[in-house]
């Protein structure tokens, strides 16, 4: 049976806050620009009285949970985009 060897080079681990930081950062500016585009057309009013006409939700408040929405998703693609990006190195060793 024959051990694999190691790779010549592997991807030095990030810290903590980078990787983190390569998230959020881009996930709040797209939200940013998706919650200004969104809100362009839709009045957060409008869509409260289709949608939960029984909650009392003020404007800023719609602009609010909008906001976090888009940030949510976009935030969800960001790390998800990361988890494909990690290097294979890291995953493909031999077992002990």
Do not use: C, K
């Amino acid at each position: 049976m024959s051990e694999l060897a190691p790779p010549p080079f592997d991807h030095p681990v990030r810290p903590l806050a980078q990787r983190i930081g390569a998230i959020v950062w881009p996930s709040f500016f797209a939200a940013g620009v998706a919650t200004m585009v969104f809100f362009a057309f839709v009045d957060p009013l409008t869509l409260r009285d289709m949608t939960f006409p029984s909650i009392d939700i003020s404007r800023g408040l719609g602009y609010s949970i909008g906001f976090f929405m888009f940030w949510l998703a976009t935030a969800s693609s960001s790390l998800f985009t990361w988890i494909l990006l990690r290097p294979a190195s890291r995953f493909n060793r031999a077992l002990p």
